[in-house]
């Protein structure tokens, strides 16, 4: 069944105020381009304000220093993304999981199930495994011996959480992804490569989001742990025995190596490569394809590689650009200074 709001009900949802009609039924979420009669939509990027007049929606999320247009509907908030994010989850909430335990699922005898689980085909869950209620476990998760995960938490299809690992409450780890893998440690024996034991394990805490293909290795002692909150993206390589802070933000192909801390609300961006052994302080943003080879201890914004403060980087750039010019000017001075060294050397023989 369809659900309809009125804009009224919406705005005492997210608690915005409305400029236009506050009883007009709203019964979808779209973008500006795509959204039509009945739809609400959002400008959360100053360059989309253009797009207000042509719109089709019924009406429209923005911050109050957006001007109201004659005609057009306004839920004001103050963060519009937020409020599109929560507006959008009202209206599309996520189906019910089928409960119960498939028939063709593995549950050893020892095992240890919450109610209202949800645990499809070809989930192997193995010896002295906790799993807490409504839990989700979709078709080919892998649950290692003593691995314990806490209510509320869905895993996607063919994640694997190895052997005495730990997932907190309200955890999403989407397809593919290994929690619990082995750290990469070896000790060199003259040519060849002897493996150290990775005997600790990952520690997954509350409300963490862990993207697809994305790797965590267990500690070689103790514990690799992500903290409270952390969103990780697709495609990220954790090392043995880091520890990410809490509310942090990992976007794809982010590679961090072994026991590096990362301190809480830390962003990562794109392709970042982190050297191990480090710290990063709270509140530290790195841009994309920097490479941090040292600690960082004050909160900014940081870039490049190595990674430095970000406004010293974009003038290295403005610089790095132009270098060719600057060499062909260097090359002109150092033909001129040949040349007057010359004629002051002919004029001393004279």
Not at 152 to 174: A, F, K, M, P, Q
Not at 313 to 332: C, S
């Amino acid at each position: 069944m369809m659900t309809k709001k009125t804009l009224k009900e919406l705005a005492r949802f997210v608690g915005g105020d409305i400029a236009g009609d506050e009883n007009i039924a709203i019964s979808g979420v779209a973008g500006i381009d795509d959204a039509g009669k009945g739809d609400i939509t959002f400008i959360a990027n100053p360059k989309y304000i253009a797009k207000i007049s042509s719109a089709k929606a019924s009406a429209i999320i923005a911050s109050p220093d957006v001007k109201r247009e004659e005609g057009k509907n306004f839920l004001y908030v103050k963060n519009p993304y937020l409020a599109f994010a929560k507006i959008l989850a009202l209206f599309n909430p996520p189906p019910a999981p089928d409960k119960g335990i498939h028939p063709e699922a593995h549950i050893h005898h020892t095992a240890e199930i919450g109610s209202s689980v949800s645990i499809y085909p070809h989930v192997f869950v193995d010896e002295a495994v906790k799993i807490g209620d409504r839990v989700m476990l979709c078709p080919g998760v892998y649950l290692g011996k003593g691995v314990s995960v806490g209510d509320d938490t869905i895993l996607y299809s063919n994640v694997s959480v190895r052997e005495g690992c730990y997932l907190g409450r309200r955890v999403i780890v989407h397809c593919n992804s290994v929690v619990g893998s082995d750290g990469f440690g070896f000790a060199k024996d003259g040519t060849k490569y002897y493996k150290i034991p990775q005997m600790g394990i990952v520690r997954i805490e509350d409300d963490v989001e862990i993207g697809a293909c994305v790797t965590i290795d267990r500690a070689t002692l103790g514990e690799t742990v992500i903290k409270r909150g952390t969103k990780i993206d697709n495609l990220v390589q954790i090392a043995h025995n880091v520890e990410v802070g809490e509310d942090c933000i990992i976007v794809a192909q982010v590679g961090i190596a072994g026991s590096t801390k990362i301190g809480n609300r830390v962003t990562l961006a794109g392709q970042v490569g982190v050297v191990g052994h480090i710290e990063i302080g709270d509140d530290v943003i790195i841009g994309s394809q920097s490479g941090v080879a040292q600690g960082i201890f004050e909160k900014g914004v940081f870039s490049g590689s190595p990674a430095i403060p970000h406004r010293e980087w974009l003038k290295a750039q403005n610089i790095f650009a132009k270098l060719p010019e600057m060499r062909k000017m260097l090359l002109e001075l150092e033909k001129r200074i040949q040349e007057i060294e010359s004629k002051s050397h002919r004029v001393k023989e004279s």
